[in-house]
Nanobody, 123 residues
Framework: QVQLVESGGGLVQAGGSLRLSCAAS????????MAWFRQAPGKERQFVAG????????YYADSVKGRFTISRNNAKNTVYLQMNSLKPEDTAVYYC????????????????WGQGTQVTVSS
């Protein structure tokens, strides 16, 4: 139904910035919230940031608050994650996710997932 494709990951030094993009295609619905999750090797997938597609509401994990910004471009069916002041602890595979309804922080609440994009932050 809905395909999500992440891009923009890569290798960056601590203190640097990256912008991730998530492009949605296929069948879409007007009330989808979007979110970014990340998963480091051997760890559980964790919520990073979420945005209500139509409502303009955002929510961030405490670990990224003030450093990351989630935004949207509904005309392009794309959500972004601007990551500034990156730290080695931000190293993970970053996943885009979508669900009908409000922002949620549990991965089981999301219906659609991208394939992930690797972000590596070196010291």
């Amino acid at each position: 139904q809905v395909q999500l494709v992440e891009s923009g990951g890569g290798l960056v030094q601590a203190g640097g910035s990256l912008r991730l993009s998530c492009a949605a295609s296929g069948r879409t619905f007007s009330s989808y919230a979007m979110a970014w999750f990340r998963q480091a090797p051997g760890k559980e997938r964790q919520f990073v940031a979420g945005i209500s597609w139509s409502g303009g509401t955002t929510y961030y994990a405490d670990s990224v608050k003030g450093r990351f910004t989630i935004s949207r471009n509904n005309a392009k069916n794309t959500v972004y994650l601007q990551m500034n002041s990156l730290k080695p602890e931000d190293t993970a595979v970053y996943y885009c996710a979508a669900r009908s309804g409000d922002i949620r922080t549990l991965q089981v609440e999301y219906n659609y997932w991208g394939q992930g994009t690797q972000v590596t932050v070196s010291s």
